[in-house]
């Protein structure tokens, strides 16, 4: 190589070690972060806009995690299996979460006039949504099992929660994931996050503002692909969507689902899906749950003294919704 060209290659060396420098710092500067991760028995989505935002989603990762680990039915170490193991036995000692979750689950049985019942998993474990081979039951196990649900052998003292009868158990299915998205909130709040997008597998929470001022937020088509429409939504707001399609089966051409109606302890069947949108996670997540088992018309009357909004479908498909929820739904 002549000297010329040894000049010559040392300076695009140099060059594009400079480029790479640049490109590496624009990227780890970048103030925008997405992380996918599997916990609480579902994807979550994080997207996180503004300064420090890996940060960000790095501490809402850990928090999920931890309260997966407390919330957990199937995981032996957590605090909701040793409730369940100790029912009838003794009152287990919790954290200032497990006592919280369940006073709020409690109160909601009450709100909802018992459609949203914690207490539901013996129900669900008979037809198989608990582990197991999914089945439909006898009348005279539902009714065995509808024994083992009355909310008032649920007593929450202090630092202690106690299931009254053996055979009794919780499950925080219908209210975790907006819980949890309440913790991610707070956590947002104090961040120098300028905008968040969590999906918490059916369960969202928007925070601040997009590009554009709008959040768009699609609703799962329940009976295909894509979504039936977009929900348009400005700031912090939580919606939940319960559906019949998340997990179920069919036996002799009839659909039974996840959600069980606490009256009767079959599958609900008033409608296919409802989506709640409101200012706390928890309330949107139980909701979305009561709303599904109690159908259209007490839902819309309900959602009016709770303060939220709805959309959803019945079981011919029709659309229905508050004022809110029609007027900001883009239909596809
Ligand atoms: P979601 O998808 O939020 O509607 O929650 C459904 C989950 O909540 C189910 O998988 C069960 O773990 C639990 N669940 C089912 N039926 C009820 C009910 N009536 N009240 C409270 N939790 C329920
Ligand atoms: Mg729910």
Aim: glycine share 8%.
């Amino acid at each position: 190589m002549s000297k010329n060209k040894l000049v010559i290659f040392l300076i695009l060396l140099a060059l594009i070690a400079i480029a790479v420098v640049v490109i590496k710092s624009v990227y780890f500067s970048s103030d925008h972060d997405e992380q996918q991760f599997y916990s609480m028995d579902t994807i979550i989505d994080i997207k996180v806009w503004g300064e420090n935002s890996k940060s960000v989603t790095q501490s809402i990762i850990q928090e999920v995690n931890r309260l997966s680990t407390i919330f957990d039915d199937y995981s032996q170490s957590s605090e909701v299996y040793k409730i369940n193991s100790h029912a009838g036995v003794d009152p287990v000692i919790v954290s200032q979460e497990t006592s919280e979750i369940f006073q709020i689950a409690k109160s909601y049985y009450y709100k909802t006039n018992g459609a949203f019942n914690v207490m539901i998993s013996p129900i669900a474990r008979l037809w198989g949504f608990k582990g197991g081979e999914f089945r439909v039951p006898t009348e005279e196990k539902i009714n065995e099992a509808l024994e083992l649900t009355d909310i008032s052998d649920l007593e929450i003292s202090g630092d202690t929660v106690f299931l009254k009868k053996k055979g009794e158990a919780v499950d925080l299915g219908g209210i975790a994931k907006g819980y949890a998205l309440d913790k991610i909130y707070e956590i947002l709040k104090m961040s120098k996050a300028k905008s968040a997008l969590i999906n918490f597998g059916g369960s969202v929470l928007t925070y601040g503002t997009p590009d554009g001022g709008v959040w768009k937020i699609g609703v799962k088509n329940p009976r295909g692909e894509g979504v039936s429409g977009i929900l348009k939504i400005t700031g912090d707001k939580f919606i939940s969507t319960s559906g019949d399609y998340e997990r179920f089966f069919i036996q002799d051409g009839t659909r039974y689902c996840h959600i069980f109606d606490p009256s009767t302890g079959l599958p609900a069947k008033k409608i296919v899906s409802v989506t709640v949108v409101g200012d706390k996670g928890y309330l949107t997540d139980i909701l979305s749950t009561a709303f599904f088992v109690l159908g259209k018309e007490n839902s819309i009357k309900l959602s009016e003294n709770m303060g939220v909004e709805i959309l959803g479908f019945d079981n011919e498909l029709e659309f229905f919704a508050t004022k809110w929820s029609s007027e900001n739904f883009e239909k596809r």
